[in-house]
């Protein structure tokens, strides 16, 4: 049931783009993107519900396949701050409703000047 | 309080010690989440408490991880006869009452296990 992030790591220079991208064997329900710097707890950046909405968030956005059962991340003109390791969270669709989230293995972002 | 606090934030125990790790939710949060993160690795899922009951423990490892929730508010995981292998951080997690709403993280309790 965990879903499979790619890439697994990336490395851009300061200003470039990047995308990341989630997949789900299972429908999904929704899907959530945290951030976690080194050392530290993850933090929430967007949640996407099914009906292939998109978020954003500051120079972050992100759309959601419900076909397709995916995710994808958006970084554009990126940041130093931007760096960190991006994990997704899928929600499952399921009868009796929405529960807990599973996390992929992470996307591994470095940032340089 | 303003989040979720885990103590202690570091442990250092022998194996074959039993260690008990500590979670506070954020005030009024009913689902908790507990995971484990290795050394450069992803959030590996232990258990999910939805006010006092674990409607999913899935996760844990093997018999001797073990967790409770008391008034719907402060969580313990135990590791019994810890091992090596048990080694990592433990972080807890807390949303609003729909089980896959926000989750806020607590900053971890590193354990290890020498």
């Known amino acids: 049931q965990q879903p499979v992030q790619s890439p697994q790591a990336v490395i851009l220079r300061e200003g470039e783009d990047a995308v990341i991208n989630c997949s789900s064997s299972?429908?999904?329900?929704?899907v959530h993107w945290y951030r976690q710097k080194h050392g530290e707890a993850p933090v929430f950046l967007m949640i996407?519900?099914?009906?292939?909405e998109q978020k954003g968030h500051e120079k972050i956005s992100a759309s959601f396949n419900e076909k397709k059962q995916q995710s994808s991340l958006y970084l554009t003109a990126s940041q130093l701050s931007y760096s960190g390791t991006y994990f997704c969270?899928?929600?499952?669709?399921?009868?009796?409703?929405?529960?807990?989230?599973?996390f992929g293995q992470g996307t591994r972002l470095t940032i340089n000047p | 309080g303003a989040g979720v606090s885990q103590s202690p934030s570091n442990k250092v125990t022998e194996k074959g010690k039993d260690v008990e790790l500590r979670c506070d939710p954020i005030?009024?949060?009913?689902?908790l989440y507990w995971y484990r993160q290795s050394l450069g690795q992803g959030l590996e899922f232990l258990i999910y408490?939805?006010?006092?009951?674990?409607?999913?423990k899935s996760g844990l490892p093997s018999d001797r991880f073990s967790a409770e929730r008391t008034g719907g508010s402060v969580s313990t995981l135990t590791i019994q006869r810890t091992q090596q292998e048990d080694s990592a951080v433990y972080l807890c997690?807390?949303?609003?009452?729909?089980?896959?709403?926000?989750?806020?993280f607590g900053p971890g309790t590193r354990l290890t296990v020498l």
């Open positions: 997690a807390s949303s609003s009452d729909r089980g896959a709403d926000t989750q806020y």
């Open positions: 299972k429908a999904l329900y929704s």
């Open positions: 996407l519900l099914k009906g292939g």
């Open positions: 969270g899928t929600e499952l669709l399921i009868i009796q409703g929405a529960q807990k989230l599973v």
């Open positions: 005030s009024g949060h009913t689902a």
């Open positions: 408490f939805q006010g006092n009951s674990a409607p999913d």
